[in-house]
């Protein structure tokens, strides 16, 4: 779900005050002390705006910061070992070793053994799946979500967690308050009186300026950690858009991926204000898996130097060999993921692009289309779905390697957004996914240049309109 683009609405907002102060302070004569009033008002939008602009690295890595000195302090050698250390990297096949190591710069979790992985494309399947996970919570339950509604099947799983705090279970939820602002606020504070631990994403109490900043930057992950050993991520919110009515895809994994999702988890928590008393009762011992599947769950946010995901994308593009599939919802590339897109496919890779025929968003219908003509130009082939709408996040390569997450292929995800993807190493998911795409090409419309040409005027315009403003969209 897509919200809409915060700061480009009151950005607009406070330039049109502007141009109307400036032309009243132009041609309107009045007393000296009118006319200081005008221009401190001006002054002010003129802050608000640069404020609203500005990245603040300053500000994440601090709330980054917080958590890394708690984790050096309490982390065990065995947790360490298993977040940390590269030896796994050597299990990967050799093409992939160096994007591994790429995705775990920073920190950032590396390659991990020992996991069960189950691909959700059932909205249902996703909701009765959780339910019953929940249900079965012994110890813990962590919950991270851009968007958690209040309509029925949101309401289920808000009561479920409050029954299960009620039965002793530790349950800490975490409110991107800003992406849920049509939400009234006693929705939430209902579970905080059922004892469940709600934090604000987005402190507003805090100082002003550091508030402001972070209008922009949201927290986009789906993620939830059941008692350490159980975890989601992928596309889906808590909404019954997603249970009932559209197209997306998830993940539940079972196994040592968990706890990266569960470092995931704390460093937002710790950074939004909340408190942990005892870090390792996150991370319990993992049992052996059925399956052993490799995989790496990789974190990406404002503020940093590097952009793993991007990179991660860049990175796989000009490496594959075969064909590259992508699902995504909205396609808003950044230069160097557009360019390694179109540098794949000149080099022969078949790289295909799946979206939605039509937007969640109005906006995002023709800002997807901006891009089709020097994408088509280059090789790369464009289908839209037909039917429910699709907002699965989803790309696989090769038959072998496949990034399924939070993050869409547009530069909010990629540059303003917290998010998360989880790199799957693994032939038998690889062709899972590659089975999944085929299928639905089936109910696609394959865009050719002949379709760009057929545009009218005013479509074309209205595409290069909107591409301006596509960065923060």
């Known amino acids: 779900m897509k919200t809409p683009p915060i700061r480009l609405f009151i950005s607009f907002i406070l330039v049109t005050a502007i141009i109307v102060i400036v032309l009243l302070f132009v041609f309107k004569r009045g007393h000296v002390n009118h006319q200081n009033v005008w221009r401190t008002v001006l002054i002010i939008f003129t802050v608000v705006i640069l404020t609203l602009n ?30 940390l250390d ?38 249902q399947r996703k909701y009765d799946l959780l339910m019953q996970d929940l249900e079965n919570a012994k110890e813990s339950i962590h919950m991270e979500y851009f968007h958690f509604a209040a309509d029925s099947g949101s309401r289920e799983i808000r009561n479920m967690l409050i029954k299960k705090a009620r039965e002793g279970v530790k349950v800490r939820f975490i409110n991107e308050n800003v992406a849920n602002l049509p939400i009234i606020h006693r929705y939430y504070r209902s579970m905080k009186k059922g004892g469940v631990e709600v934090i604000r994403f987005t402190g507003i109490k805090r100082f002003i300026g550091d508030f402001l900043t972070k209008l922009n930057y949201r927290n986009h992950r789906k993620i939830v950690v059941i008692d350490g050993r159980i975890g989601y991520t992928g596309g889906m919110n808590i909404n019954d858009h997603y249970f009932h009515q559209w197209r997306d895809t998830h993940l539940r994994i079972e196994g040592d991926a968990v706890s990266s999702l569960q470092v995931i988890f704390l460093d937002s928590w710790i950074g939004a204000g909340g408190s942990i008393d005892d ?23 404002p503020g ?24 995504t919802p909205y396609f808003a590339p950044t230069e160097p993921v557009l360019e390694a897109l179109k540098s794949a496919a000149l080099q022969g890779v078949d790289v295909r692009v799946m979206l939605p025929q039509k937007s969640d968003t109005w906006i995002m219908g023709p800002a ?26 989803t790309y696989v390569q090769d038959d072998y390697l496949s990034v399924i997450g939070t993050s869409n292929m547009d530069g909010r995800s990629l540059i303003y957004n917290y998010e998360d993807n989880a790199y799957i190493y693994d032939e038998r998911t690889a062709c899972c996914n590659r089975d999944i795409f085929l299928s639905e090409l089936e109910i696609c419309e394959e865009i050719t240049l002949d379709d760009v040409s057929a545009l009218s005027w005013h479509q074309r315009f209205l595409q290069h309109l909107v591409r301006f403003s596509a960065p923060v969209l």
């Open 304 to 327: 940093r130097n590097s952009r793993p995901i991007q990179m991660g994308y860049v990175w796989s593009l000009l490496h594959a060999k075969g064909y590259v599939y992508i699902q």
């Open 54 to 83: 500005l990245k603040p690295h300053w500000s994440f890595e601090k709330r980054h910061h917080a958590f890394v000195e708690l984790f050096r302090k309490s982390v065990s050698p065995q947790l360490d070992s298993l977040l």
């Open 368 to 393: 997807n289309r901006s891009y089709y003509k020097e994408c088509l130009l280059a090789g790369v082939k464009i289908y839209e779905r037909t039917g429910p709408f699709m907002h699965a996040k």
């Open 86 to 123: 590269h030896g796994r990297e050597d299990l990967l096949k050799e093409t992939y070793r160096p994007l591994a190591h790429l995705l775990s710069m920073r920190h950032n979790p590396v390659v991990c053994t020992n996991n069960s992985v189950e691909v959700i494309t059932d909205g």
């Open 279 to 301: 870090f390792m009762d996150c991370f319990p011992t993992i049992e052996r898996q059925r399956d052993d599947v490799l995989m790496q769950v990789v974190p990406d946010e």
